[in-house]
């Protein structure tokens, strides 16, 4: 793994993708979400409008948590135990550090990308 902040950041984002989603139909910003991923798949550095989006997405659950109770998600991610068996993937881009397992052979899918993850040796 790199030192780069940046790529860390990415695959931080990368692994509250679908949260982010979630949130994102849940208020109404699926397009602000949708233009992010777009711009984001064609290459662009949209770093900071990935930020953007999780700060308003964070005021305005804080301030729905302030009227009513929302249960959807704990935000603990489980991870399941590694076996030795599973192959290591990592950004199909290069644009982060997140790396995830998966049986050799089937790739897991980018949520951020769309497309599978490359095979780490």
Do not use: I
Not at 16 to 22: E, S
Not at 100 to 111: E, F, H, L, S, T
Request: hydrophobic share 35%; charged share 30%.
């Amino acid at each position: 793994m790199s030192q780069d902040p940046r790529r860390e950041e990415w695959a931080a984002l990368c692994a509250r993708l679908r949260r982010l989603a979630g949130d994102a139909n849940w208020f109404a910003l699926r397009p602000d979400f949708d233009d992010l991923t777009a711009a984001t798949r064609a290459g662009e550095d949209t770093l900071d409008g990935w930020r953007a989006l999780e700060t308003k997405l964070a005021r305005l659950a804080e301030a729905e948590l302030n009227q009513m109770y929302r249960h959807a998600e704990s935000g603990n991610v489980r991870t399941r135990p590694d076996t030795g068996s599973e192959a290591r993937h990592g950004c199909p881009r290069e644009l982060c550090d997140r790396v995830a397992p998966a049986p050799a052979g089937a790739p897991p899918k980018c949520p951020l990308f769309g497309v599978p993850m490359h095979e780490l040796h």
